[in-house]
């Protein structure tokens, strides 16, 4: 019965969740070698995603996996790149130019959507520890504590 719980909590599809109307977006990123500030962003599928690109230090790109759009930034200048978030996921957010000894490290995230991992690890969590208090309670203690 344990079991089957864990299952459905891991695997079942949640229900549809009623999103917000999209609305435009403007997220200003710094970049420097060899990190964005903001690391990670999050938006609700549909919007119109603006990203200010801002480059602190030497020319720094940004290319979002999956949409296939990027832009470059020359130091201290801003660059823009919009698109619509119409692809649910996580999705990196990674340099495209060549910046420095550690450039294959900077990345960030696009977060599209309600975050469903945490409420499934939040529903194992809970079913770990109800399993535990099962199977770990010595079953002579618990016909004592009846008697």
């Known amino acids: 019965m ?3 719980a864990a299952t459905l909590a891991a695997f079942a ?3 549809v969740l009623e999103h917000p109307p999209a609305r435009a977006r403007t997220f200003r990123v710094e970049a420097s070698q060899y990190a ?3 690391g990670a962003i999050r938006v609700n599928p549909g919007d119109t995603v603006t990203i200010e690109l801002v480059s602190r230090d030497v020319v720094h790109g940004l290319f979002v996996d999956d949409y296939g759009v990027s832009i470059t930034a020359d130091p201290g200048q ?3 790149l919009t698109f619509v978030a119409d692809k649910a996921g996580s ?3 990674r340099c495209n130019v060549t910046c420095g000894a550690m450039h294959p490290f900077m990345i960030g995230k696009l977060n599209v959507g309600v ?3 945490l409420y499934r690890s939040l529903a ?3 079913l770990a520890v109800a ?3 099962i199977l770990f309670i010595p079953k002579n203690k618990i016909r004592q504590e009846t008697v």
Do not use: D, E, K, V
Request: glycine fraction near 4%.
């Open 2 to 4: 344990i079991t089957m």
């Open 131 to 133: 399993a535990s208090f």
């Open 78 to 80: 801003t660059s823009r």
């Open 124 to 126: 194992l969590a809970g």
């Open 115 to 117: 975050n469903t991992w």
């Open 36 to 38: 964005y500030s903001p």
């Open 91 to 93: 999705f990196r957010m």
């Open 13 to 15: 599809p949640f229900p």
